[in-house]
């Protein structure tokens, strides 16, 4: 089935766009990606006027669009979103929402072929933003739920406790705080600097993802920021609990 799947990512310091194209050839994907801190908004739309003009197509070729959904950096992520939202509303196509994490370990595993990786994105607060992937031949498994914690609180999935893996992201900023406790079981992998999330392997993720019928409305996909999520829990449970007339 013909594709084409353009995803936006504004998520940390860089910003990036990707058109994903797949016709009787096969599939390719044209990308831009720049570190552009706080020249997101200036710089994410012109990327893709520059993808779409060098595969030469217009906007309304496109079978659908795809961001990068979080977490990361807040105004990044409701920049990216706002864009991607506009442009699926526009052309009524569907939208989806792609993890910055699970793209992280998508880069790790095809730039350096990592079977098992852990992506850690930098959260500030000391604190980090967590996954947990199985990798195999571009097949990505989630080993455990996406979370931001302290990085003393970070732990390998009981699933995949023997396993050694590759730490990726700029969450190894952070590395004092959990790297002694993992010995050999993690290895660091920051030689040329930190991954940052791109449109690129979100396009891949996206794709996957339209195949399988995940493409929604573009009102119903939105950021994950993860630590919304946390600080409405602790709100909760400290609540003092309603006592009711006897």
């Known amino acids: 089935m013909a594709l084409n799947l353009l995803a936006l990512d504004a998520s940390s310091g860089a910003c990036s766009a990707a058109l994903l194209r797949r016709d009787a050839a096969g599939d390719t994907c044209l990308a831009r990606f720049a570190m552009t801190p706080r020249e997101h908004t200036?710089?994410?739309?012109?990327?893709?006027?520059?993808?779409?003009?060098?595969?030469?197509?217009?906007?309304?070729?496109?079978?659908?669009?795809?961001?990068?959904?979080?977490?990361?950096?807040?105004?990044?992520?409701?920049?990216?979103a706002g864009a991607?939202?506009?442009?699926?509303?526009?052309?009524?196509?569907?939208?989806?929402?792609?993890?910055t994490l699970e793209a992280l370990a998508l880069q790790a595993h095809r730039q350096w072929?990592?079977?098992?990786?852990?992506?850690?994105?930098?959260?500030?607060m000391n604190e980090v933003y967590a996954g947990f992937w199985r990798c195999v031949d571009g097949d990505i498994e989630a080993l455990a739920d996406?979370?931001?914690?302290?990085?003393?609180?970070?732990?390998?999935?009981?699933?995949?406790?023997?396993?050694?893996?590759?730490?990726?992201?700029?969450?190894?900023?952070?590395?004092?705080?959990?790297?002694?406790?993992?010995?050999?079981?993690?290895?660091?992998?920051?030689?040329?600097?930190?991954?940052?999330?791109?449109?690129?392997?979100?396009?891949w993720l996206a794709a996957r993802d339209f195949d399988a019928g995940y493409g929604q409305p573009a009102h119903l996909v939105q950021p994950v920021y993860l630590r919304n999520?946390?600080?409405?829990?602790k709100t909760a449970a400290q609540k003092p609990a309603e006592h009711k007339p006897s």
């Open 113 to 124: 072929g990592c079977n098992h990786v852990a992506t850690l994105i930098d959260a500030r």
């Open 42 to 80: 200036r710089r994410l739309l012109p990327m893709v006027d520059e993808v779409l003009l060098e595969a030469g197509l217009t906007p309304s070729a496109l079978d659908a669009v795809a961001f990068g959904r979080g977490p990361g950096s807040f105004t990044g992520l409701r920049i990216a």
């Open 229 to 233: 999520e946390v600080a409405w829990k």
């Open 84 to 99: 991607a939202q506009g442009l699926a509303f526009g052309l009524d196509r569907p939208l989806l929402g792609i993890s």
């Open 146 to 203: 996406e979370a931001v914690l302290a990085p003393e609180r970070l732990a390998l999935p009981g699933t995949a406790a023997g396993e050694r893996f590759a730490a990726v992201g700029s969450g190894l900023a952070l590395a004092d705080g959990f790297v002694p406790a993992f010995g050999e079981k993690l290895e660091v992998l920051d030689a040329a600097g930190p991954l940052e999330p791109r449109a690129e392997e979100m396009a």
